[in-house]
């Protein structure tokens, strides 16, 4: 709890400090209009937004961004969605479901607003970790425990995410899945690593094919899918690997990925924001480098047989406390991959 409070205190003095700055400079709502942000309604304003709004409709790097929308109290700027620089094509909320009143609204401003989209994700990943935790948990509890089949839970736990789409009238969902390589397993290891797969995809496909009005984007490792169908369908692929070290490491995945199947046309990597506690200098780094500004350059350059089609920025909202700029870091990112999207 005390550290809870301290991160509170943090926070609230960074974006005070950072409020200060953006009396004085520049506006904390985009990347290159100099237009007052207490004014709405000013022409100069709507005139900016529909040129925002065709700009994302034109051929650019796109940008998704990770979001935590945890706070439903929220105390700083930094906790709003709506303040996410302009440019971002997708937010991905990462608390999806019991959205507060507020984040409704600034759902659909982004949306009529600016032309973003949101979005979340339904990860196969995190529930099977849910349900380890949960079966050790009531184990340990109670030795004559039956846990559920795993597929019993996991088809209700995938039934309960892809409902919120309809509920709050997201744009679309991030189906991710790392998966692994079949190669070493016993044929008993293959049997339910398949059948596990099969059930999680096959779901997933039959909710797209009935709301072809929403998007799909793969997020993993595509190689280890064994039906790659969906794939086809998928908006953009995007790589999660958070172990890189370099943006060499990025064409290191990419290329690893480039299996039969793999559609090369729509590859996003993604990087973090770095961490709020100012030890951790792991966190969203590239060696002494911010990781999403040397993801950016990686971008820019010609893929070997793939095309690059953008970047993903987990966390954007520890960017958003910097002592110049909010946001200082992802908006650099943009206008390296998309110089002065909008004028």
């Not at 991905?92 to 600016?114: G, N, R």
């Not at 032309?115 to 009531?138: F, H, L, R």
């Not at 425990?145 to 309960?160: G, N, Q, T």
């Not at 690059?308 to 954007?316: E, F, M, P, S, T």
Request: charged share 25%; aromatic share 12%; glycine share 4%.
């Amino acid at each position: 709890m005390e550290k809870k409070n301290l991160n509170k205190i943090l926070i609230f003095l960074l974006s005070f400090i950072a409020g200060g700055f953006l009396l004085t400079s520049c506006s904390d709502w985009t990347e290159d209009k100099s237009v007052d942000i207490n004014q709405p309604t000013h022409p100069a304003y709507s005139k900016y937004l529909e040129k925002l709004r065709a700009y994302k409709s034109s051929d650019h790097s796109y940008i998704y961004a990770w979001f935590d929308n945890s706070e439903k109290a929220p105390y700083s700027r930094g906790q709003h969605m709506y303040d996410i620089p302009d440019s971002v094509d997708v937010v991905i909320l990462m608390h999806p479901a019991s959205l507060a009143d507020f984040e409704v609204k600034e759902m659909q401003s982004l949306k009529t607003d600016k032309g973003t989209q949101v979005a979340y994700s339904v990860s196969y990943d995190a529930i099977q970790k849910t349900y380890e935790q949960m079966v050790k948990d009531e184990t340990e509890k109670n030795e004559n425990y039956e846990a559920p089949a795993f597929l019993s839970y996991l088809k209700e736990k995938v039934d309960d995410l892809l409902a919120l789409s309809s509920t709050y009238s997201y744009d679309g969902i991030i189906v991710s899945y790392k998966g692994q390589s079949t190669v070493y397993m016993t044929n008993e290891e293959k049997a339910e690593y398949t059948k596990n797969q099969e059930a999680f995809l096959s779901q997933i496909s039959t909710w797209y094919n009935g709301n072809k009005s929403r998007f799909i984007v793969f997020e993993g490792s595509p190689q280890f899918l064994l039906d790659k169908t969906l794939l086809a369908s998928c908006k953009h692929i995007i790589f999660n690997n958070m172990n890189e070290t370099s943006a060499n490491d990025l064409s290191v995945e990419v290329l690893e990925a480039m299996d039969t199947d793999v559609p090369t046309d729509r590859f996003i990597v993604a990087a973090s924001a770095t961490s709020l506690d100012p030890s951790d200098k792991k966190t969203g780094y590239y060696g002494d480098n911010r990781a999403i500004i040397e993801a950016a350059y990686w971008v820019t350059e010609k893929g070997n047989g793939y095309t690059k089609a953008g970047l993903g920025i987990y966390n954007i909202q520890n960017d958003y406390y910097n002592i110049t700029n909010v946001y200082q870091y992802a908006k650099k990112s943009i206008n390296i991959m998309n110089p002065a999207p909008i004028n």
